[in-house]
């Protein structure tokens, strides 16, 4: 039985249109606003007029194994709700691109640390994890000086009001 031309073009549309919707998507609106209020709360100190940030996500992968022994702020008043810690890891499974969505009152620019080697106060962002409810997230801020001297910190937010708003923070790691 012989098929006509278009049942294979229709088939084709089809399986390319489910694999595309298959396909992780990046940072959303939410994680936007998250990746802006840690530049504004964390790292605006002074009369800052600019800010470099990296142009992709990032997450170091030595950091899987320290969730696992030491998870943040599991000691402490300030806690994770269950769930944010796993969507945190399985939201890392890879780095993603990231475009001009910030919200800041200052001017910023997206660079490449080894495409732009005269780029320094660079910040770098994991994805978001987020509770089921989704009210808490957490981050993985890198603040890298130059080239190989950064700060990496875990970052906990709740929406109050729906903004979302730093709750605590948690030194994660000092690279060189």
């Not at 049942?7 to 489910?18: A, H």
């Not at 990746?35 to 009369?47: E, H, M, R, T, V």
């Amino acid at each position: 039985m012989r098929f006509p031309a278009w049942v294979f073009r229709v088939i084709l549309i089809l399986t390319l249109s489910f694999s595309l919707a298959a396909e992780d998507v990046g940072p959303g609106d939410q994680e936007y606003q998250i990746y802006s209020a840690a530049i504004k709360d964390l790292l605006l100190a002074g009369n800052q007029s600019s800010i470099n940030i990296s142009d992709h996500t990032e997450y170091p992968d030595f950091l899987d194994r320290l969730l696992y022994t030491n998870p943040p702020f599991s000691k402490g008043p300030t806690r994770l709700e269950n769930g944010t810690l796993r969507s945190f890891v399985t939201q890392n499974s890879r780095h993603f691109p990231l475009k001009k969505r910030f919200s800041l009152s200052i001017g910023y620019a997206l660079v490449n640390e080894k495409n732009d080697s005269y780029a320094t106060w660079i910040a770098g962002f994991s994805r978001a994890g987020f509770s089921p409810n989704e009210d808490q997230a957490l981050l993985l801020l890198d603040n890298a000086a130059y080239w190989y001297v950064s700060k990496g910190t875990f970052v906990l937010f709740e929406k109050e009001d729906g903004l979302w708003r730093v709750k605590a923070t948690e030194m994660a790691y000092i690279g060189e």
